[in-house]
Each structure stands twice: as structure tokens, then as C-alpha cells.
């Protein structure tokens, strides 16, 4: 063989190790890719569909105000609780109107009947996600206070073990 046949054969034999593996990634199916027919049609769906506030005919102005009024509840919730000068039973009343302001806030911006159809069309999408459906102005308490104290069973409500 002269050196110019030995060197094409040698490009040829590169060539084709480097592509065989090229080929056959090509050709074997990618593990990330979804199979059409098998994605789940719930979540094909969801990326078409309204979302909540607007299925409940809310405007997306309101919905930021509601979210303000939340955030803001609980900037002032945290302020009471972390108020050292007043008791216990201070800081429940307090923020019982805190709360309460902030409901007839929220009334005034969005219907009962529109606040309905929300937490309607959330608990469905959240039960199709098999998820929760959210949580409202107060959030959630980790312990049993509105500060997150762990308070006694009222008198009139039977202790659970």
C-alpha cells in the first residue's frame, strides 16, 4: 500500500467510528423525549387552560390587590405577635380585626360568588394535580395560636387525645 492509500484508509476508518456512535444515538429513542400517547392529558391540558381567577371572572388587577392584602395581613399579624407589651388575649383581639379588616377589604374587591367559583376551580385543578387547594389571608398555623402558641382546647370542646 502506498501512503496515500494508508492515509484514506485511516481517515475512513476515523470517520466511521466517530459516526457509528452519532448513528445509532440518532436512532435509539432519547429517554428524555415523551411519547405523545402516553404524556398524561391533564397536564396538556393545564398548559391550555384559563387560569382560576379568570375562569371566576376576576380581573387580574383585583387578584394583585387580594395578594397585597394577604401580604400585608400578615406583616401585621407578625406585628402583633411580635409585640411584647401585649397578653395573650390582646394579641387574639387585635388580630381578629387585622383579619377582619382585611375580609371586607377583599369583599369589596372580589364577590362571594367570584371568591366561590375560585376556591371551586382550585380545589378541582388541585385534586387532578393531586395537590391542596392553597390557603387563605392567614395562611397556615404551624402551632395552634394565631402566633403559632399551642393553645388549650376551648372549655366547651372535648380534649383529643
Known sequence: MTKKT???A?????VLNLSVP???AQAAPSAKVHNKSTAPVARMQAAHEKPCWEVAGISKSAIAERSRIEQE???QVQSVCNDSSLNEQQKREKIREIRQQSHQQIDALISPQQQEA???CQKERAGARGGSAGHGAGGI???GGPCG???APKPSEPERP
Open 6 to 8: 494508508t492515509t484514506f
Open 22 to 24: 452519532t448513528l445509532l
Open 141 to 143: 398555623h404551624r402551632g
Open 149 to 151: 402558641e399551642m393553645t
Open 73 to 75: 395581613t400578615r406583616s
Open 10 to 14: 485511516f481517515s475512513v476508518i476515523v
Open 118 to 120: 375560585l376556591k371551586a
